[in-house]
């Protein structure tokens, strides 16, 4: 029940004054995590608990690249996934392959977590058009492109 | 005795505010859903944004359309274009042997994403394992690829947004959702069992809506609707602003209204730009206490056009204007389009005119006018107008020419007019780095002078030099212009200019500096000498601007006079402080009377992207300020 919006804590005490007949149950409440953000950086390092990035110039991603995932509304434990796939612009009926992977464990049992953030550098993509999935337990959550533009 | 008015408390103006508004809400609520083609979606939690026309939902999502069920985690939805996307573990079911388009279907089964388009949908189902593996309707690969997810945070910005756990959507983009809590500027209130939210295609349908809220010290408090009419009979546009400045202690008016309006009388699919069978535009202003009719009605036939026009218009204190104006061009000629316009004020003034432009040869926008116009009212004029206008655009010339004759029929003087201007097409140097333009004049015009007639005949000439500026050492970029021009007169009033200007200028990173030096010369013949006058200034432009991020933008001038003394320097300042906060200032100072002539700093709050606070102080004003704005 921490997780329901104030909006349904402030509406409950009206709901029951108006007879409305809606229940508190009935009401929407976010229950699944959704994916905040998803940035690419230059570099990115735990400074004593505080993310520190460093931009592309222009946001020109560069390969080798750090990924920034947050994760808002998240409970329990899990693993997270992410995975990028390289697409060949050349031959458009290849399929895109997977590139990379990168497991990441988080929580505990019971646990509510505002928002977990998860950062890796990936290496080895050449330049072009990517695209990456975000898997939470195996479920996709989220999932998009990147543009390349050189290797250092 | 002493008169009073009675004024209603701002808490009625607040609850009319909220009675319209819940009555457009409940209007939406009320309309029925086009049953034509509809998808039902269920879920734990959605999300729309009323500003971004977007959805998101979470959890358990079920979606139910006619022929395919589908079942997934999360959901994104661009509502104006109706394509979505579906991931997690999405399991796609067919209830029908066909396909959108007709085809046979196939491919139930688990896919860990589902791209969608259109009502009735076409799908594209993507699974990510070693290789990323679409499947279905293969050219929605590139709709796929460039979908843009807006996350919550971002259409929780919207100044109104909705939150519920069931709705459906049809082929109009409307929304009709179950268990709705409507969000206001962020503030959530009263849940809803069922409600409308999105009324989707609504062109074409009656509405009033409330438009915005402003307020500051030196206008008042101002409130502004729009409606909009479609009724079989009569279609009409109207706005309508109120506003309040007595409540703030401020000068005439004290509190009044504008209105405005378009409307159109029997409306139909023949009623066009050019065909309107009664047509009538209204401004009301309470505060001049002014109005402006004015009734129309406009035919367009094969060989024919033509339009009638009554104006009315009145302001306190004098005479109410009245104008009926009769238009016809005939269509259709192979050479001309002659036009006939007559215009009479009700009274005994009219005038009339003929004009047709000539299609003699396409190149040749000739175009002659004949007017007549006689006034008889404080006093009398009779005068007739005989004027032609020429133009031609060459290769590498363009010609405007024009002549006006113009004969006072009562007192039988005449005037002349005639112009000619040929500029030549300009000619770029040096890889277009620089523009050379040259242009020629001819101006001739003789007018009554008590008995006589004074005849002036002006030929001139004009050279414009200018470069997009050349690199120098150390970053420095320098930028000449050079124009040079001159006028001969029969009445000894020949002159030659001479202007030149020199910009300087560095650039380091978001700084910037640059002097402008300008000078200005103008020369005389006078008998056997020249006489001669010159003047110049000079600027010094100084600039910080983020143009990254556009987190601050500072901007300083230094003005010198033809002394080349500094006369007056100005400062333009914004800072982001915060998200949505910002700091700005303009400062304005004469250093001949050594003051300041204005200094404004504020600080301004941008909440939901909506309302705009404003609060700071004037020197200009001599007071502070708060300003309340609505975009």
Not at chain 1, 111 to 119: R, S
Request: charged share 25%.
């Amino acid at each position: 029940m921490t997780r329901l919006l104030s909006a349904a804590l402030v509406t409950t005490v009206s709901l029951t004054g108006l007879g409305c007949g809606i229940k508190l149950e009935q009401l929407p409440a976010v229950e699944y995590p959704y994916v905040f953000e998803m940035e690419f950086f230059k570099e990115v390092r735990n400074d004593n608990g505080k993310a520190r990035k460093k931009k592309f110039k222009q946001d020109r991603v560069t390969s080798p690249f750090y990924y920034f995932l947050k994760i808002k509304e998240i409970e329990n434990s899990g693993t997270v996934t992410v995975r990028f796939y390289s697409v060949n612009t050349a031959q458009d009926n290849q399929s895109p392959v997977k590139k990379v992977e990168k497991k990441f464990a988080f929580g505990e049992t019971g646990n509510y977590y505002e928002y977990i953030i998860f950062f890796d550098q990936v290496e080895g993509l050449q330049p072009g058009v990517h695209r990456y999935g975000i898997f939470i337990n195996q479920h996709l959550l989220y999932e998009g492109s990147l543009e390349i533009f050189s290797t250092l | 005795m002493e008169k009073f008015i009675k004024f209603p408390c701002p808490n009625r103006i607040i609850r009319l505010a909220c009675l319209i508004f819940l009555a457009v809400l409940y209007a939406g609520t009320v309309s029925p859903i086009n049953a034509a083609e509809s998808m039902k979606i269920k879920g734990g939690y959605f999300l729309f944004s009323d500003d971004l026309k977007y959805l998101y939902g979470s959890a358990d999502i079920l979606i139910k359309s006619k022929s395919v069920a589908l079942s997934g985690d999360v959901i994104y939805l661009d509502v104006e274009r109706l394509e979505g996307v579906v991931y997690g573990n999405v399991k796609l079911t067919l209830l029908s042997n066909k396909t959108a388009d007709g085809k046979d279907a196939v491919g139930s089964g688990t896919w860990d994403a589902v791209y969608f388009n259109g009502l009735p949908a076409r799908w594209l189902k993507i699974s990510y394992s070693d290789v990323l593996h679409m499947d279905g309707d293969l050219t929605l690969k590139k709709g796929f690829s460039e979908f843009i997810k807006k996350t919550p945070e971002m259409l929780k910005n919207a100044s109104l947004y909705y939150e519920f756990r069931e709705f459906s959507i049809n082929t109009d983009k409307k929304i009709k959702a179950k268990i709705v809590i409507p969000y206001m500027m962020g503030m959530p209130t009263m849940p809803l069992k069922k409600f409308t939210v999105n009324r989707g295609k609504w062109e074409d349908k009656t509405m009033v809506s409330f438009n915005n809220v402003n307020y500051s010290g030196l206008d008042g408090l101002s409130l502004s609707f729009f409606a909009r009419l479609r009724e079989k009979l009569l279609h009409g546009d109207y706005d309508l602003k109120l506003y309040e400045r007595k409540l703030f202690n401020l000068d005439e008016p004290k509190r009044g209204f504008l209105f405005s309006g378009n409307n159109s009388f029997f409306p139909g699919k023949k009623n066009t730009k050019n065909n309107r069978l009664l047509s009538f535009t209204t401004l009301l202003n309470s505060g001049e206490k002014s109005f402006n009719l004015v009734f129309a009605h406009q035919l367009e036939g094969k060989y024919f056009r033509y339009a009638l026009t009554q104006t009315i218009s009145g302001r306190r204190a004098l005479p109410t204007f009245f104008e009926f104006r009769y238009d016809l061009m005939l269509k259709g000629l192979k050479l001309l389009e002659p036009a006939f316009n007559v215009t009479h004020n009700l009274k005994q003034s009219y005038s009339y005119r003929v004009s047709t432009p000539l299609k003699l040869i396409k190149k040749l926008n000739l175009n002659v006018n004949w007017q007549r116009k006689i006034i008889k009212d404080n006093f009398l004029s009779d005068t007739s107008d005989f004027s032609t206008s020429l133009g031609y655009n060459a290769s590498l010339f363009s010609l405007a020419s024009n002549y006006n004759y113009s004969r006072n029929l009562l007192e039988a003087s005449v005037r002349k007019n005639f112009s000619i201007n040929m500029k030549l097409k300009p000619l770029h140097f040096l890889d277009r780095s620089i523009r050379f333009d040259i242009s020629s004049v001819y101006m001739f015009s003789e007018l009554p002078y008590g008995d006589q007639t004074l005849t002036r005949i002006s030929p001139g000439i004009t050279v414009a030099l200018r470069s997009i500026g050349a690199k120098l050492p150390l970053g420095f970029k320098l930028v000449p212009g050079f124009n040079f021009n001159h006028l001969w007169d029969n009445r000894d009033e020949s002159f030659t200019d001479f202007n030149y200007t020199l910009a300087l200028s560095k650039e380091i990173g978001n700084f910037s500096a640059s002097v402008d030096y300008a000078l200005a010369s103008r020369y005389r013949a006078e008998n056997f000498w020249v006489e001669g006058n010159n003047r110049q200034n000079l600027n010094l432009n100084f600039s910080f601007i983020d143009h990254h991020n556009q987190n601050y933008s500072l901007l300083l001038r230094l003005y010198h006079n033809n002394q080349l003394a500094l006369e007056n320097i100005s400062f333009t300042g914004k800072v982001n402080l915060l998200k949505d906060l910002n700091f700005s200032s303009f400062l304005l100072y004469y250093n001949k009377e050594n003051k300041f002539r204005t200094v404004e700093v504020f600080i301004e709050k941008i909440f939901k992207k909506k309302i705009k606070i404003q609060g700071g102080y004037s020197l200009a004003l001599k007071r502070f300020f708060i300003k309340f704005l609505t975009q």
